[in-house]
């Protein structure tokens, strides 16, 4: 099974920069998506930043120019950077891994596997 565990989360002011890590194990496919989502309480939860083995970046509007997503060259451990964080960013985010490429157009119907999450605090 594939198993996802993110960390990195925390509390941090306006105008900060934090870094996640999700480490990922068990994965086999060839072809897979890598992604982070993010879900503040009642809100539905949205795709903020997707790679995929090709290299291949997909980076939600409402973060783009301050969030980036890479991983590292085995694609086990996968980034996201936060910089200039807001208030409006607070969420707990959510690795996310599917196999193929779809979970680049960030949805969560198109993701198979996700992590616990970590939470993320901006004030």
């Known amino acids: 099974d594939v198993q996802l565990v993110e960390s990195g989360g925390g509390s941090v002011q306006e105008g900060g920069s934090l870094r996640l890590s999700c480490a990922a194990s068990?994965?086999?496919?060839?072809?897979?998506?890598m992604a982070w989502f993010r879900q503040s309480p009642g809100q539905e939860r949205e795709g903020v930043a997707a790679?995929?083995?090709?290299?291949?970046?997909t980076i939600a509007d409402s973060v783009k120019g301050r969030f980036s997503i890479s991983k590292d060259n085995a694609g086990s451990t996968l980034y996201l950077q936060m910089n200039n964080l807001q208030a409006d960013d607070t969420a707990m985010y959510y690795c996310a891994a599917a196999a193929g490429w779809y979970c680049s157009r960030l949805r969560p119907i198109d993701i198979q596997y996700w992590g616990q999450g970590t939470q993320v605090t901006v004030s």
């Open positions: 068990g994965y086999t496919e060839d072809r897979y998506c």
């Open positions: 790679i995929d083995t090709r290299g291949s970046v």
